[in-house]
């Protein structure tokens, strides 16, 4: 079974600056996929970046973008020139590949972000 | 065009209680999954429909919990002799298809269930 492990409840970053989210998974498979959603207070589930792990480029996304470590089994996440609107929660999710069906995703427990102004 | 949409937004119920959740997927999505957030925690799956197929019901916690899919659209999540334990955030997704290449899923807003 796909394990995704994320170490830090809680991260606090102030405006403008860089912040670091961390995320570890477990699998035995080649082909999945790894996403970053956003959940602030209103619970919607936003996806914020998606890496394919057949691609050892690292995703980008304006100020988002990836350290995608496929061996070490890492993906985090790190939001640069930080805004007061990234404040949310951060889930790091794993999915197995697009050939295989039922593809739920498996979430770790989350990071709640906060910037200061 | 319209989301995901879920109702009711929040249910209070009392210990014993049976409790439907409803989920309107994206029109012409054909996968819809169901997830649930416990407090402080990330979300679980419950269960997945992918158009006629037999919905893969692996993650649902104990036969209190049923779902169905009416006409490949609409979604309902019964929880019958509803539990404290059962308070969460129920959250449905769907994707416009599952095989093939990379399909986001997108996510309603979710119903807060509290079990008093």
């Known amino acids: 079974a796909q394990t995704v492990t994320q170490s830090q409840p809680e991260m606090s970053v102030q405006e403008a600056e860089t912040v670091t989210l961390s995320c570890t998974y477990d699998t035995s498979e080649s082909d999945y996929y790894l996403f970053w959603y956003k959940q602030p207070p209103s619970r919607q589930m936003i996806l914020v970046i998606r890496?394919?792990?057949?691609?050892?480029q690292n995703a980008t996304e304006n100020r988002f973008s990836v350290n995608f470590q496929k061996a070490a089994k890492s993906f985090s996440l790190k939001i640069s020139d930080s805004q007061l609107g990234d404040a949310a929660m951060y889930f790091c999710?794993?999915?197995?590949?697009?050939?295989?069906?039922?593809?739920?995703?498996?979430f770790g427990e989350g990071t709640q972000l906060t910037v200061n102004p | 065009g319209a989301g995901v949409s879920q109702s009711p937004s929040n249910k209070v119920t009392e210990k014993g209680k049976d409790v439907e959740l409803r989920c309107d997927p994206i029109s012409g999505h054909t996968a819809l999954y169901w997830y649930r957030q416990s407090l402080g925690q990330g979300l679980e799956f419950l269960i997945y429909f992918q158009g006629n197929s037999a919905p893969d019901k692996s993650g649902l916690p104990s036969d209190r919990f049923s779902a169905e899919r009416t006409g490949g659209s609409v979604s309902t999540l019964t929880i019958q002799r509803t539990q404290q334990e059962d308070s969460a955030v129920y959250l449905c997704?769907?994707?416009?298809?599952?095989?093939?290449?990379?399909?986001?899923?997108?996510f309603g807003p979710g119903t807060r269930l509290t079990v008093l």
């Open positions: 999710a794993y999915r197995r590949g697009k050939e295989t069906s039922g593809s739920r995703l498996t």
């Open positions: 890496q394919e792990a057949y691609k050892q």
């Open positions: 997704a769907s994707s416009i298809r599952d095989r093939g290449s990379y399909n986001e899923q997108f």
